[in-house]
């Protein structure tokens, strides 16, 4: 949902930046173009896609503000997005670089930020802020018995029980059914 | 006249009996507790662990396979809730997992989270026989850039939740590593589940 919600405003949001050409930097995903991770360390490699091109639409990419030249963004199975990569030059340094996309058909173009962070790899796993504690991940709904439930069917037993005595019991009398 | 009441009351008793059974019965309501891991299921010596895959480019994950278990479960991101833990997928969807979107990808190195419901309202949910798992079983994860990670079992533990080991669970790792966690680890009627099962998986393969 969130996803399809995604899609939808970057695609528009993308024409609409198609259309006033010098577009201002949004967001990755809001300007059509995702970039993950959008924090990256030099020599880092970063993926990119983008839905703007339309099904089985490929795309040119630009990573050149950081030094990282042209590279293609190819179509792929997932929710029919172009999608490509490339490798953050080791020497870049900090700052936000904007990467741009232009679509094979129609020249659409979509933009989205990448982030250059000093901090190794390595560093930055250890320093992201770790879940912490169990986790809810059930109501015991599976195993927990539903009290009103319970009491409905142990009722009905003891219904079937009184019946069942009743009957026996005339039968053992000899009455018949 | 006797007849007729005899008529009325058997036929009470057998639709009560019927009724009593399928209240109580295992189709309706209550399900058998989900299966939590043996000792033997533990953490392995170090020298016995399998040899890691080198990491894949971080790429975020689509979905989750674990065959063995017959999961197979798209994935959404999940954040932190104000209290520090982990979100959860929405409990509505049975079929549903989520990944820790703020922190390491499948197959990157470091350590991979994902989470997924034991079961909801209406009964079992997507990791319900998580902690029926064994060592050596095969998680595969999509990633978005069409290669599928493949993480080997290395451990499936239950952890309380009041002594639960945040380190261990969700600390850095120096290969690629994988957790799969549900709920787990008993049940109380006022506190809900006691803990969480915890599936240890590290990168031995992708594709």
Known sequence: ?177 | MRKIGDTAIAAVTVVALGSGVWLLGPGSGPHTAPPQPSAAEGRPDPGEERLAAPALPPSPPTRIRIPAIHVNAPLMGLALTPSGSLDVPPAGDKNLAGWYEAGTTPGETGTAIVAGHVDNTEGPAVFYDLGALKRGAAIEVDLRNRTVAVFTVDAVEVYQARDFPDEKVYGAAKRPELRVITCGGGYSRTTGYQGNVVVFAHLTGSR
Request: proline share 5%; glycine share 16%.
């Open chain 1, 1 to 177: 949902m969130r996803r399809t919600v995604r899609l939808l405003t970057g695609t528009a949001l993308a024409a609409a930046a198609a259309g006033l050409a010098a577009a201002p930097a949004y967001g990755g995903g809001a300007s059509g173009l995702d970039v993950y991770p959008s924090t990256a360390s030099p020599g880092g490699q970063v993926s990119v896609n983008t839905a703007a091109c339309g099904e089985k639409g490929s795309a040119v990419g630009d990573a050149g503000s950081v030094g990282a030249g042209t590279f293609t963004l190819a179509p792929s199975a997932h929710e029919g997005e172009a999608i490509g990569q490339f490798r953050v030059p080791a020497g870049a340094q900090p700052g936000t670089y904007e990467i741009v996309a232009t679509c094979a058909a129609g020249n659409l173009r979509v933009t989205g930020d990448l982030t250059v962070a000093m901090t190794p790899a390595a560093g930055s796993q250890a320093q992201q802020l770790q879940p912490h504690g169990s986790v809810k991940t059930g109501v015991g709904a599976a195993l927990g018995t539903d009290s009103v439930q319970t009491t409905a069917g142990v009722a009905a037993l003891a219904v079937a029980a009184a019946g069942g005595t009743w009957l026996l019991h005339r039968r053992a009398r000899g009455d018949g059914i």
